[in-house]
């Protein structure tokens, strides 16, 4: 794969995983409204793989409280230290065994299409944008209620649609329950983590029950590069929610939709 090529799809993953605008998206219209040939499935792990190294990182401190909380959860605790991974793991089941499921099945392949996505990129950024203007900015990660993030959990199902974006709906959610901009974008970025753990895991084994080469070089730029533009992008969108509501990203979704539209039907 031409070394221009992965440096695009590695700061495309990075940028936009952690934003509202759908990473997914972004990755299947590349070679849908260029010249480039697909990626492939090596190439949709190694960014992915990036994005969750980086988000590690910037939530190291998190990780660390989860990680103690194992032999709690294990001993059947679900309060202090095992309370946040408790939390993480309900909201991750529904899309593991629905996307697992739509994964095995082939079904999956039918949603990655451009006019899905600019439906799919129209709607959710219009329900985006409600769910920040009503939802009051009153509560955070440690306020959350077992049936808050089983709703959460529920919504982020949605973003196996391309287009609906993982983050976008699951802060979409958090809005709705009354979570401040930066709170309900952080617990999201946090349910990321076991989420692209999960289908970084089904994928990578698919990939190598093909037993085809795996080109080590590439994926490893990628996921380099993946991992410093999604910890720039994570830094940039927490410290951006301090200062200014997410209607910027409505709005280019909005205009990303409309678009997509207009190229496809006209």
Known sequence: MPIEQIILLALIQGLTEFLPISSSAHLILLPELTELEDQGALMDVAVHVGSLF?????????????????????KG????????LFFLIIATLPTV???GALYVSGLVDLLRNAEVIAWATIIFGIVLY????????????EHLTLKDVILIGLAQVLALIPGTSRSGITVTAGRFLHMNRREAARFSMLLSIPTIAAFGLLAGLDLMSEDAPI???????????SFASA?????????LLERMSLTPFVLYRLALGAGLLVYLYA
């Open 77 to 84: 605790s679900t309060e202090g230290p095992a309370r946040l």
């Open 97 to 99: 065994f629905i996307g």
């Open 231 to 239: 910890f720039v992008s994570i830094w940039f969108f927490l410290k």
């Open 130 to 141: 409600f769910a920040d203007r009503m939802g009051r900015m009153e509560r955070r990660v």
């Open 54 to 74: 980086a988000v590690m990182a910037y939530f190291r401190h998190e990780v660390v409280e989860l990680v103690a909380g194992v032999p709690h959860l294990l």
């Open 215 to 225: 080109a080590w070089q590439d994926a490893g730029l990628a996921i380099g590069l």
